[in-house]
């Protein structure tokens, strides 16, 4: 088991740029595939990148692709997401999760299962 602690969200204007970190305690971060959901209101909640356990393999969703960037330090127990180029359908509530597995990166959300309290971005247009 991990825990999770999400920070670095805000209010931004569209085209702007936020850095969410994620703040892992507990044993093994460094093995763990690491992903950043978000749920907006009245819609479910979707994975929009993970990362391996290495760093080596990353997944993006296909409306963030070339905006938002994963990464990791593992020496550090932390994972973030840059998002750049926001948009005001980006404004939803993000969550930090972990999933423990043996495939570099699992995307469906019920692999998952450590998840941080969520952090609110909103963007303004």
């Known amino acids: 088991q991990v825990q999770l602690v999400e920070s670095g969200g805000g209010l931004v204007q569209a085209g702007g740029s936020l850095r969410l970190s994620c703040a892992a305690s507990?044993?093994?971060?460094?093995?763990?595939?690491m992903g950043w959901f978000r749920q907006a209101p009245g819609k479910e909640r979707e994975l929009t990148a993970a990362?391996?356990?290495?760093?080596?393999?990353?997944y993006y969703a296909d409306s963030v692709k070339g905006r938002f960037t994963i990464s990791r330090d593992n020496a550090k127990n932390t994972v973030y997401l840059q998002m750049n180029s926001l948009k005001p359908e980006d404004t939803a509530v993000y969550y930090c999760?972990?999933?423990?597995?043996?495939?570099?990166?699992?995307?469906?959300?019920?692999?998952?299962?450590?998840w941080g309290q969520g952090t609110q971005v909103t963007v303004s247009s």
């Open positions: 999760a972990a999933a423990q597995t043996r495939r570099p990166i699992v995307v469906p959300t019920s692999a998952y299962d450590n």
């Open positions: 507990g044993r093994a971060f460094s093995t763990y595939c």
């Open positions: 990362i391996s356990w290495s760093g080596g393999s990353t």
